[in-house]
């Protein structure tokens, strides 16, 4: 039998709705665009992602998120301790994975507001992991989902530009290359494929 490494998409919704009364917020709407941007390139992606895996690690990229406001790298690492506790190490790994697109820690845009130790964690982990089409998928469609529905992922960079002050050059350009990336792996407009146009 095959280990599961990441919930079925019942457990995943169940896992997502159970945690939204905890932190009230436009973060769950925009979980549940990402994934059906995930689930959307998923399937026009000539069999290279799986629609249901890409789903359920896009739903469940900022859970935690459950566990409090405001916390940016805490909400990495308590959605990565959360689901590894709960046994579904790949959807563990992209908790942390998805804000790091260029690898490198100092391009991450939000607060430096973890406790001792805690940055540092993260940092190991980024530099020791390998990424994966899975990792790279949700980056993408971190970008591509807003909490209303589907945006231009300039639009979305641009407005974390104004929230956060500024938008390292290097994640921009990371971020417009992960478009290319999957465009080119579907081989149509990524616009048409996430907003579920037939081909
Ligand atoms: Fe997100």
Same mark, same amino acid.
């Given at each position: 039998?095959?280990?599961?490494?990441?919930?079925?998409v019942?457990?995943?919704?169940?896992?997502?709705a159970?945690?939204?009364?905890?932190?009230?917020?436009?973060?769950?709407?925009?979980?549940?665009h990402v994934?059906?941007?995930?689930?959307?390139?998923?399937?026009?992606?000539?069999?290279?992602?799986?629609?249901?895996?890409?789903?359920?690690?896009?739903?469940?990229?900022?859970?935690?998120? =459950?566990? +409090?406001?405001?916390q940016?790298?805490?909400h990495? &690492?308590? %959605?990565?301790r959360?689901?590894? *506790?709960?046994?579904?190490?790949?959807?563990?790994?992209?908790?942390?994975?998805?804000s790091?697109?260029?690898k =490198?820690? +100092?391009?991450?845009?939000?607060?430096?507001?973890? &406790?001792? %130790?805690?940055?540092?964690?993260? *940092?190991a982990?980024?530099?020791?992991?390998?990424?994966?089409?899975?990792?790279?998928?949700?980056?993408?469609?971190?970008?591509?989902?807003?909490?209303?529905?589907?945006?231009k992922?300039e639009?979305?960079?641009?407005?974390?530009?104004?929230?956060?002050?500024?938008?390292?050059?290097?994640k921009?350009?990371?971020?417009?290359?992960?478009?290319?990336?999957?465009?080119?792996?579907?081989?149509?407009?990524?616009?048409?494929?996430?907003?579920?146009?037939?081909?």
């Open positions: 039998m095959h280990e599961k490494r990441y919930p079925s019942r457990e995943a919704e169940e896992l997502l159970e945690a939204e009364p905890h932190n009230p917020g436009p973060w769950a709407a925009h979980s549940r994934a059906l941007c995930a689930e959307k390139i998923a399937r026009a992606s000539g069999g290279r992602l799986d629609p249901e895996k890409a789903y359920v690690l896009g739903l469940l990229h900022d859970i935690g998120r =459950r566990f +409090g406001k405001g940016h790298i805490g990495m &690492l308590c %959605g990565y959360y689901l590894m *506790d709960l046994g579904y190490p790949d959807a563990a790994k992209i908790c942390l994975t998805h790091y697109n260029t =490198r820690p +100092g391009d991450d845009i939000g607060k430096h507001d973890g &406790l001792p %130790g805690e940055e540092e964690e993260i *940092d982990f980024i530099a020791a992991c390998e990424y994966d089409d899975y990792d790279r998928l949700i980056q993408l469609c971190d970008c591509l989902g807003g909490a209303e529905g589907v945006m992922i639009d979305r960079m641009e407005g974390v530009r104004q929230r956060y002050g500024q938008y390292p050059q290097a921009w350009d990371a971020n417009v290359a992960l478009f290319a990336y999957f465009e080119a792996m579907c081989g149509r407009d990524l616009y048409a494929v996430v907003r579920g146009e037939e081909a």
